[in-house]
């Protein structure tokens, strides 16, 4: 008698760790169906000049519901408010907006003047939601060396 109601807890806690089981799995596949973000306006190297400002757009596709997006820029690897407390360099706020029915995240990296340490500097827009996550590397040139690359 006392055996049958461990078996009848122990089934009970089976069909529980099944259940949440199954759960997780469609959780997984509905998260797989909506999309890994994705950045659009991929560039790699942007123009600028000493001492004057700049703005680097990053634009992305969320693939996911916005609200569980997030979209932030890095240098060198590095969070924008760590290495620039004086707020020389500093993300604009999120914008959402629609275009052609699809929902676009826009976050600027905004300089509102440029050093020379900026061109030896790797700035990373970073897009991530559960399902994955897309970034886009830019290095800032002065313009001489923007051109070289070009005709090379």
Known sequence: MHSGKSSTTLSGSCRWVAMTALCCLLCVQVVKALGSPRIINRVKQVQGKLGQSLVIPCQAVPG???????????????????????????????????????????????????????????????????????????TIVPPQSLRRHKSS
């Open 64 to 138: 996911f519901p916005d609200d569980f997006t997030i979209i932030y820029w890095l240098v060198n690897s590095t969070f924008i408010k760590t290495t620039y407390p004086s707020k020389r360099i500093q993300e604009n706020q999120e914008k959402i907006y629609t275009v052609g029915g699809k929902t676009v995240l826009q976050r600027d990296l905004k300089f509102n003047w440029t050093k020379k340490k900026d061109f030896n500097s790797n700035f990373t827009c970073v897009v991530m939601n559960p399902s994955g996550m897309d970034k886009m590397q830019v």
